[in-house]
């Protein structure tokens, strides 16, 4: 019996698919129910709301308070933008036939494109970019030595439709003339930018620890070759030091690697852990207490929590003789209290 319930689980049009499926449709119709039940809203809510709430036509009065208060918008990195965002920016400004004038101005890359798991998709970039009047091409890279945008350009102008999609093209980098002489030399000859490492013969387990292990030995070498050298803007040379290297990772879980590997070869490493959330900062605490005294002034322990951040100061020697100060005691709940109104 077991067996044909596998078969007909992972076999048959693979069933395991279509009851996922309808779990999903389940799970999203149900959340939307609790919400409404519990008056709760989401950040993704308040974008499809919004949307839908411009789309009534008695809402124009709305719409142009909008447009009057803020003529002019500018939206960086546009290429993350969601199509319900982008039908907002589309009513309020770019299908504007009122007597306010406005204008948008949208910046961005397709080719940056990362947050498709919260619904940007470049298509929705690419129909935007259909639908303006203006379209400029910011074709200078300010930040990278000459060499570095020479084998940029190398790279992806090798093969035609480098990026699939036909309408997403790369525009060649011109550098900043300041830039020009800005390299690393070996030996008084340039030290090519982009280099690519094969490893032959490696399972796909330990390509990560060779890897690391690859650019602790590079690293170690080029700190100890005294005839590899920076040449700077102003054609000073200098050794390189530890702080001119960057090591990108794609997951935390190579982090933990490099950090192995690195240690093993006593290199000293500072590394920023993408898990790492404001959340779990001392100002966000901090600010988490200053708001439940506001929400509830009249809690000694909530006072006490407020008076101990580092906003006002309070150490645990003071704070008693304060707070058992009626006087103190009650200016300050009137003063939360006024925070509260605020």
């Known amino acids: 019996m077991f067996y044909y319930i596998d078969f007909l689980l992972f076999k048959i049009n693979n069933l395991y698919n279509y009851i996922l499926l309808d779990c999903l449709k389940f799970i999203k119709i149900n959340i939307k129910l609790k919400k409404d039940e519990e008056s709760l809203i989401s950040f993704n809510d308040l974008i499809t709301k919004f949307n839908v709430f411009l789309k009534d036509k008695n809402n124009i009065i709305f719409i142009n308070h909008i447009r009057k208060i803020f003529p002019v918008a500018l939206i960086d990195e546009f290429q993350d933008t969601d199509i319900n965002q982008y039908y907002i920016f589309n009513k309020i400004y770019i299908r504007n036939k009122s007597e306010i004038k406005t204008k948008i101005i949208l910046i961005g890359d397709p080719k940056q494109l990362i947050y498709s798991f919260r619904g940007a998709n470049v298509f929705s970039y690419m129909y935007a970019k259909n639908n303006v009047d203006y379209i400029y091409t910011y074709n ?7 060499i570095l945008n020479k084998s940029i350009n190398y790279i992806f102008t090798r093969i035609k439709n480098f990026f699939l999609y036909k309408k997403i093209f790369y525009v060649k980098l011109k550098s900043n003339i300041n830039n020009k002489k800005l390299c690393i030399k070996k030996n008084k000859l340039i030290d090519y930018s982009i280099k690519c490492h094969i490893f032959d013969n490696i399972s796909y387990n330990n390509i990560k620890y060779n890897l690391a292990k ?7 070498k080029s700190l100890n070759d005294k005839n590899k ?8 040379k200098r050794n390189l030091i530890f702080s001119d290297f960057c090591i990108l990772v794609y997951s935390n879980s190579d982090i933990k690697i490099i950090l192995d590997v690195f240690n093993s070869f006593n ?8 898990k790492d959330s404001i959340f779990n900062s001392s100002e966000s605490k901090d600010i988490i207490y200053i708001l439940k005294c506001i929400l509830f002034p009249t809690s ?8 101990l951040t580092y906003l006002f100061g309070y150490n645990i ?7 058992n100060n009626n006087f103190n005691l009650n200016n300050f709940i009137e003063e939360v209290y006024f925070y509260y109104d605020l």
Do not use: T
Not at 229 to 236: E, H, P, S
Not at 300 to 307: A, D, Q, R, V
Not at 317 to 323: Q, R, S
């Open 267 to 274: 290199l000293p490493i500072y590394h920023i852990d993408i």
């Open 317 to 323: 020697f003071n704070i008693n003789n304060y707070i």
């Open 140 to 146: 200078i890279n300010w930040r990278s030595s000459y």
């Open 300 to 307: 000694k322990i909530n006072i006490k929590n407020m008076l």
């Open 214 to 220: 690859y650019c602790a030995i590079k690293l170690i």
């Open 229 to 236: 050298y920076i040449l700077d803007k102003n054609n000073n």
